[in-house]
């Protein structure tokens, strides 16, 4: 879309504002408002200045002066406001020179795009991730300094079947790990998930369907795929879209990892291909009909996996997810016929379909810094034709402990893929995609997470340890 068709939609659509939006280091999208009456031509060919010291892992104080530039391609009506607004996705550039500013997430997703076309290896990388996310009725949770406790609550939960309700208990419910696909009265959700893909058909998002997904209160819309920036603009979106509506219901929408004991976690499957002159890149001959080049790019994501963590599972909370038991994908493996290792290679009819779905991401991760971390894990395995080693066909679960112990796994701690990424950057620096100082940037945003969460008494220690 062009400038000009930009100022066209805001005079048809009667805009009052439009709403400048980026991303933060810790994924978080954020926004600035500005009336619409001082959007022109020269506006969104200069930008917008704004003070990034208030965002973490930023500019100091002393040099805060940033610009956001925005992308007219990215135009959208906002579905939520009362007030008729038009939303761009915003880069982030210094005012002095023009040039990217090195920690803005979307600028290093224009940057692997970028770079992937200069190696000559594609034209675009495609990712469609698979984000799930729970519905709660009620949440609650303290960290004070003598009281750290949560509770969680919602009438279709699993616990709920002996709750009294003024009005009844109708004790249609899922059980735990038993969501995965009943219709109502089981799925009680129905009507908000359609609502939810209904907006983001409206807004231009390309979008296929919806279910219950296994553990109790969660959920799954489906997202097509796009290219790299775009589809994390769009995961953006939709994690907007399922926050508002679910608000509108009088239900809290979260993507947190783990919210609950017991059940299955929250993962993000990220399906990837490469485009080359129009041609599939990763289909071939080669096992489940994939080229040497879709085998070395697993190579160095499986290479590379305990770093890639400290972007697909960037929070403590992620590594609650990741453990053996609970569906998810903890052993540093790749299989077309078993969901148990970090890459699938799904069935497909057509070599055009033809991709690699990398399972241990989870959606608390930026999108833009996740996508092109697996982007440049997986273009070092190409350049370096890195071997990803047989494939797993077992069931890894069910494996005996002694051939168990010979595959290696993914981080257990964000700590640990922190210490990892520390150890094992160089893969994202070539290309100037990463910089060494985002990247320590970013380190330092993690460990005040870590040393929070590590510092805090947790009420199953006081069960465990209290009268010791």
Known sequence: MSKDAVLGMIADEEAAYVDMRFTDPRGKLQHVTVISDQVDEDFLEEGFMFDGSSIAGWKSIEASDMKLMPDTESSYVDPFYAEKTLCLHCSVVEPDTGEAYERDPRGTAEKAEAYLKSSGIGDVAYFGPEAEFFLFDNIQYSNAINKVSYEVDATDASWNTDTKYEMGNMGHRSGVKGGYFPVNPVDESQDLRSEMLSTMKRLGMKVDKHHHEVASCQHELG??????????????????????????????????????????????????????????????????????????????????????????????????????????????????????????????????????????????????????????????????????????????????????????????????????????????????????????????????????????????????????
């Open 223 to 468: 997202l097509k795929f796009d290219s790299l920036t775009k589809q994390a603009d769009e995961l953006q979106k939709y994690k907007y879209v399922i926050h508002n509506v679910a608000h509108s219901y009088g239900k809290s929408a979260t993507f947190m990892p783990k919210p609950i004991a017991g059940d299955n976690g929250t993962g993000m499957h990220c399906n990837v291909s490469i485009w080359k002159d129009d041609v599939p890149l990763f289909a071939g001959d080669k096992y489940a009909d994939l080229s040497d080049e879709a085998l070395w790019f697993i190579g160095g994501i499986l290479k590379h996996a305990k770093a890639l963590n400290a972007f697909t599972n960037p929070s403590t909370n992620s590594y609650k997810r990741l453990i053996p038991g609970f569906e998810a994908p903890v052993l540093r493996a790749y299989s077309a016929r078993n969901r148990s290792g970090c890459i699938r290679i799904p069935w497909t009819e057509t070599p055009k379909a033809k991709r690699v779905e990398a399972r241990f991401p989870d959606p608390s991760a930026n999108p833009y810094l996740c996508f092109a971390a697996l982007l440049m894990a997986g273009l070092e395995g190409i350049t370096n034709k890195i071997d990803p080693g047989e494939p797993s066909d077992k069931d890894l679960y069910d494996l005996p402990p002694e051939e168990l112990a010979g595959i290696p796994t993914v981080s257990g701690s964000l700590r640990e893929a922190v210490e990892e990424l520390q150890a094992d950057m160089d893969f994202l620096l070539v290309g100037d995609v990463f910089t060494k100082g985002q990247i320590e940037g970013y380190i330092t945003l993690k460990m005040e997470e870590i040393e929070t969460y590590e510092h805090t008494p947790h009420p199953v220690e006081f069960g465990m340890y209290y009268s010791c």
